[in-house]
């Protein structure tokens, strides 16, 4: 009897994991052709290294504010004026900019040195996927 | 010949431009303030009683020409309410990018005298509507010369390190008067370390020869009587007439996004002269609701006063010249409520009430003010 409750809920469980496999977000992937550490992506995008030049999404984006909410973990205000201080003090020159996923992709490709993050990770085929989220 | 070099630079930014416009971005940054004290007879930040747009508002405009990788032109116009919108250059700097760590610039450039120095007028990059004027009192921002700049990655820590070498020519305003102010061998660096939420910000500058001419009717005045009573060598001792000046700098700063908190202590001395040796603080704690965050500020000036032997004098020039020392001595306590909105990203709208309580003078006021500040 216990046996049976045991196997009905790891099935009931398997099945409802499965069942929500496909509805589960995509996640976004940060991707190079180089490999780093996961902790040096928040300081190349908050512009205090240039190890490797990073690309970055349009503003207001729902990848980039999902990349800015996850892995930079500060607002897009917040964002704004660190990076207005190093515009404007030439500590820093402004991100290159692409409109979609494929953008990033073509950039990351063809430029080594570089870093970029796309919505689905999937996407990545041969790039190196440095982080999730 | 600073003229010369300016227009130099902005030559070549154009001509950058016109070679390869499409290494060429502007962008700039806006200050609309509005403000006025409380009571008839009060002044403070360049405000009276009644309502003024022109102390705290400012517009800027920067273009950046990328001529190499390694090799860029910046120029910053500014025009400014407090300089009757007079459109001038501001920053006129190349920049050559030695390395990963090390940065040259060269040109007209910010002096980094303090922790905001950089980002003074993009009022937008900070939660003060101003930075605290007790502290941030210095009658100049920029100087021309050179500076080196190095980053170094030590763990989770960053060392940023700013050596800077040149020298500073303009008319400023001291003792409430404009004086043409020379700084001649300026050196100085300013090293800030960040760990994580903190960082801790340390500055020493040095000038081998330090001149303000000033050349109001009352200090020309008791300079004749001096001489003229056999007092000249007291009269060369109050001029400020290359003297070595110093100014020192520390600062601790924490921000984990939720809690803000700035702080900041600076002394200024020019030796022998009438000028006081100012000694100034402030400290600063802030806390973030979402878009809004309110903030308290409590800053003062302690300056000492220029000590000169009064004894011999006779009465009406050891007055004099107790006047004069005094007239630059300060001595006041500042405290600011603020509260900062963020409207969207690049739009903030600022409100912040100063109390001001000068104990040099014995008057006390009151500053509203409200500001718009935006980057583009």
Known sequence: MLKLIKV?????????????????????????????????????????????IAVNQQEGSAVRQAFEANVIGRSAEQIKAHWS?????GRAAELRQVES?????????????????????????DLNILLEF | MQRVFKLGLLSGLMLAGSAAHANIEWSGFANIGAGFTTGSDEQAFGYEDSVDFKP???FALQGRAQLADDLSITTQLMSRGEDNFDLGVEWAYLQYQLNEAWTINA???????????????????????????????????????????????????????????????????????????????????????????????????????????LQTPEFNGLMMQLSGADFASLADDLRVDEREGTFASIGLNFDNFDWVFASE???????????????????SLGKRFGSWMPHVTYAGTRDQQADFALATL???????????????????????????????????????????????????????????????
């Open chain 2, 107 to 213: 040109g007209k450039l910010r002096l980094p005298l303090y922790n905001y120095s950089d980002s003074l007028d993009v009022a937008y990059s900070y939660h003060w509507l101003r930075t605290p004027q007790a502290v941030y009192r210095v009658p100049f921002d920029n100087f021309t010369g050179a500076s080196v700049q190095h980053n170094a990655f030590l763990g989770d820590s960053m060392l940023s390190t700013q050596f800077i070498v040149g020298n500073f020519n303009d008319s400023v305003e001291v003792a409430d008067s404009q004086a043409e102010t020379d700084l001649e061998n300026l050196v100085g660096v300013s090293s800030s370390l960040n760990y994580h939420s903190w960082t801790v910000r340390g500055g020493f500058f040095y000038s081998s020869d330090v001149s303000v001419e």
């Open chain 2, 314 to 376: 006779p009465e009406p020039l050891a007055q004099g010249v107790q006047q004069l020392t005094s007239s630059t001595t300060q001595r006041s306590n500042m405290t600011s409520l603020g509260l900062r909105y963020d409207v969207r990203a690049g739009v903030a709208f600022k409100f912040d009430v100063t109390h001001v309580d000068d104990k040099a003078l014995d008057t006390r006021s009151n500053v509203v003010s409200f500001s718009v500040q935006t980057v583009f």
């Open chain 1, 85 to 89: 201080r190093l515009l404007f003090t």
């Open chain 2, 265 to 283: 202590y600076t002394e200024l001395e020019v030796q022998d002269s009438f000028l006081a040796k100012q000694r100034s603080f402030y400290a």
């Open chain 1, 8 to 52: 009905t809920l790891l099935g009931t469980a398997l099945v409802w994991a499965m069942a929500s496999l496909p509805a589960m977000a995509q996640s976004g992937a940060v991707i190079s052709q180089s490999e780093i550490d996961s902790a040096r992506i928040t300081r190349i995008y908050m512009g205090q290294s240039r190890e490797l």
């Open chain 1, 101 to 125: 996923d494929e953008a990033v992709l073509e950039y990351v490709r063809s430029n080594p040195g570089t870093i970029g993050y796309i919505s689905d990770a999937s996407k990545a085929d």
């Open chain 2, 56 to 58: 705290d508002t400012l």
